[in-house]
């Protein structure tokens, strides 16, 4: 039997709350603001990571940055472990993190990816770092970049909550509906 690579990745929508302790490694997109275990954090935006720097923040486990945004900041004092990782930005945290897993994990599962089958691109982050108005059909726009994570052929699990309208993205994505 082979044991397939697991990943979970928590971004920063409203149904993150569906994460639950998972059998594998887990990436959380931007500054950590739920108690759970993580393996890595992802950051692909400057607002983000000079939040940490500038607030001190120090964690036990790398923050994964761009290659460009490492290169911005390198000449800053961190207080934490930052290392250029991602090769490419996809638009959102979420599929950054998703596309580079990819390479190493053979099943993905996502969390509080909100815009995958809704409207609503609202980021828990913005209670940290306030950020202008988001463009009406932002969702849409960010679904064009997921396409490219989709492209590389691994198993996707998608937690959405149990009402949720599912999207047909190909026959590699899963939708796994909460029962809450």
């Given at each position: 039997?082979?044991?397939?690579?697991?990943?979970?990745?928590?971004?920063?929508?409203?149904?993150?709350?569906?994460?639950?302790?998972?059998?594998?490694?887990?990436?959380?997109?931007?500054?950590?603001?739920?108690?759970?275990?993580?393996?890595?954090?992802?950051?692909?935006?400057?607002?983000?990571?000079?939040?940490?720097?500038?607030?001190?923040?120090?964690?036990?486990?790398?923050?994964?940055?761009?290659?460009?945004?490492?290169?911005?900041?390198?000449?800053?004092?961190?207080?934490?472990?930052?290392?250029a990782?991602?090769?490419?930005?996809?638009?959102?945290?979420?599929a950054?993190?998703?596309?580079?897993f990819?390479?190493?994990?053979?099943?993905?599962?996502?969390?509080?990816?909100?815009?995958?089958?809704?409207?609503?691109?609202?980021?828990?982050?913005?209670?940290?770092?306030?950020?202008?108005?988001?463009?009406?059909?932002?969702?849409?726009?960010?679904?064009?970049?997921?396409?490219?994570?989709?492209?590389?052929?691994?198993?996707?699990?998608?937690?959405?909550?149990?009402?949720a309208?599912?999207?047909?993205?190909?026959?590699?994505?899963?939708?796994?509906?909460?029962?809450?």
């Amino acid at each position: 039997m082979v044991i397939q690579r697991q990943i979970a990745i928590v971004g920063n929508g409203p149904s993150r709350n569906l994460y639950r302790p998972f059998r594998g490694d887990v990436c959380i997109c931007n500054i950590p603001q739920l108690d759970i275990k993580y393996d890595y954090i992802s950051i692909i935006d400057r607002k983000a990571s000079d939040y940490v720097i500038n607030n001190g923040l120090k964690f036990d486990k790398p923050i994964l940055l761009t290659e460009k945004l490492h290169s911005e900041i390198q000449n800053q004092k961190k207080p934490t472990e930052m290392i250029a990782t991602f090769k490419e930005r996809l638009m959102n945290n979420a599929a950054t993190a998703a596309y580079h897993f990819s390479q190493t994990y053979d099943v993905i599962w996502l969390f509080g990816c909100d815009a995958l089958w809704s409207d609503n691109t609202i980021s828990h982050q913005d209670t940290l770092i306030p950020r202008p108005l988001r463009r009406n059909d932002l969702h849409q726009v960010w679904r064009k970049y997921w396409q490219k994570v989709w492209d590389t052929g691994k198993t996707f699990v998608i937690v959405c909550p149990k009402d949720a309208e599912t999207v047909n993205y190909g026959k590699n994505i899963i939708w796994n509906r909460s029962k809450i």
